[in-house]
């Protein structure tokens, strides 16, 4: 039960993932490498793409 909990967990992290990565204002080719990082190793993937991933427009004051 417990790896069941813990896939499932993966699976909605890796789909935040993607889903920011897609919508954010990268390269269509850095989207598409993250994405696929992220599909083929979930979380291996995700962790470099909390490190690493492509980032949204930041608010400077």
Do not use: C, N
């Not at 890796?14 to 598409?32: C, E, M």
């Not at 470099?48 to 492509?54: E, K, N, R, T």
């Amino acid at each position: 039960m417990e790896y069941g909990l813990f896939g499932l967990i993966v699976l909605i992290l890796d789909i935040y993932a993607i889903y920011q990565t897609l919508t954010s204002p990268a390269s269509t080719l850095s989207k598409v490498l993250w994405t696929l990082l992220i599909l083929i190793l979930p979380v291996i993937g995700f962790i470099a793409w909390l490190i690493a991933g492509p980032r949204g427009k930041s608010v400077r004051a």
